[in-house]
């Protein structure tokens, strides 16, 4: 069997895919800048907080996370406080499995190995970060989404509804899905319906408006370290400005940057990301409009969204990186399946972006915090590159009505999935 043969198989994508994430384990575990701190020190401690006071965070006060988030970690208590860590890991190696098995079709879709190896490259350059957030739940999730949406257009937005209860994000792609694909009514009635019941069980044990709380703790954060927007005032710290510092927020657990200007560019980041984000929708239903196919549109558009939600975001945490995974996996998916446009240049992009990342986080994050030159000007460039890739996927969404799509009745084949225990790809169901 030669090389070629070997890459192609299933067996050892698989193989590849176990080997990575034990890898990233062992990071998580014992390398240094503690990657898993955030898992092993405040999520165990709202745990702890939870089982020994029954004090829940998102219900009986405000939370950074939808209550949803809730959920992953509680599930890694159940060998003990003492195995946290190591049973997080292993929740999200399960999930990642599942994810992985519908990319790959169970195994019985060749034409996608090359997408299974992109993802194993992409979480192997990105680092622990990969694994060590609650982003690590999120991921997997719309992952099985987005690869579910053209066949199982409701299952898929339930899925990616439950998701965006754990963590924001992937609303972007059901904005990108209601736009861009013709069962825009059951997606957003399954969508409604999965956040009706979650807004109904946290009010039932008593949230309030807790349970919307993660929207506003979010807008009312500083400008985080590793955000773009927080670039010049990195360089100002480089070269000396004395009113430029780096602090660390106790509130929000986070490094921040504090410097002349600062505060009100913070301010007007967020009423700008939102601005981007209609303007991205506005060419997406333009596109939709002037005849653009759902494989020629929906990969690019949701890539567009995400991005935008990365690089214009005053945040801007490394485990952020984590959601490009999903768009850049449909783009290739679809791709594969020979519709849509390549996404080759999107997928080297993302890598690079992913491995600048781990380059800067956790192993030398200490020198980003002490404003060295050579790790600022590294996040620099990681940095600009999200404006290099959000700047392909707008003029990727703009020129989709010109791509050469498939014919409007075969629009429902255009991704195609594979169940665990089914032989062939399924149709559409349109039931």
Not at 20 to 41: E, Q, R
Not at 177 to 198: E, P, T
Not at 269 to 278: E, F, H, K, N, R
Request: cysteine-free; glycine content about 10%.
């Amino acid at each position: 069997m030669n090389l070629r043969a070997v890459v192609r198989s299933p067996a050892a994508v698989w193989a590849a895919f176990i080997l990575a994430h034990l890898w990233l384990g062992l990071l998580n575990l014992y390398s240094p800048g503690l990657p898993l701190g955030d898992v092993t020190i405040v999520y165990k401690f709202w745990m702890d907080q939870a089982m020994t006071a029954g004090f829940w965070v998102g219900i009986d006060s405000v939370w950074v996370y939808p209550v949803v988030a809730l959920v992953p970690m509680l599930i890694a208590t159940v060998f003990g406080p003492d195995q946290y860590g190591a049973t997080w890991l292993t929740m999200i190696m399960v999930l990642d499995a599942v994810a992985f098995g519908f990319i790959t079709g169970w195994g019985r879709s060749r034409e996608r190995v090359g997408v299974a190896w992109w993802w194993v490259a992409f979480l192997v350059v990105l680092g622990p970060i990969a694994l060590g957030r609650i982003d690590s739940v999120t991921v997997p999730l719309a992952l099985v989404g987005v690869t579910l949406i053209a066949t199982r257009p409701r299952a898929a937005a339930v899925i990616l509804a439950i998701a965006t209860w754990v963590k924001v994000w992937p609303a972007a792609l059901i904005g990108a899905a209601l736009i861009a694909l013709r069962d825009r009514g059951r997606i957003l009635a399954a969508v409604l319906v999965v956040s009706g019941f979650i807004i109904a069980f946290a009010l039932t044990f008593g949230s309030g408006l807790n349970v919307f709380s993660f929207i506003t703790q979010q807008t009312g954060r500083g400008v985080q370290v590793e955000s773009p927007l927080a670039t010049p005032w990195l360089w100002l710290g480089v070269v000396g400005e004395p009113h430029t510092r780096v602090y660390y927020d106790t509130q929000i657990l986070t490094y921040q940057v504090e410097g002349p200007g600062i505060e009100l560019a913070g301010a007007l980041m967020t009423p700008v990301l939102g601005i981007a984000v209609l303007a991205i929708a506005a060419l997406g239903v333009r596109a939709q409009r002037a005849g653009a196919s759902a494989g020629d549109l929906f990969p690019p558009l949701a890539l567009a969204l995400v991005t935008a939600l990365i690089a214009l975001n005053k945040v801007g945490s490394p485990q952020f990186i984590g959601w490009l995974a999903v768009p850049v996996v449909l783009g290739l998916a679809t791709s594969a399946a020979g519709h849509g446009r390549s996404f080759r240049v999107p997928a080297v992009l993302a890598l690079v972006i992913a491995g600048l990342t781990q380059v800067v986080y956790p192993y030398l994050y200490l020198e980003l915090l002490y404003l060295n030159p050579a790790m600022v000007l590294v996040l620099t460039l990681r940095n600009l590159l999200e404006f290099v890739l959000l700047g392909w996927a707008v003029v990727a969404v703009v020129v989709a009505p010109g791509q050469p799509g498939v014919d409007e009745h075969d629009d429902t084949d255009w991704l195609p999935s594979v169940w665990p225990f089914h032989d062939r790809p399924e149709q559409v169901d349109r039931s």
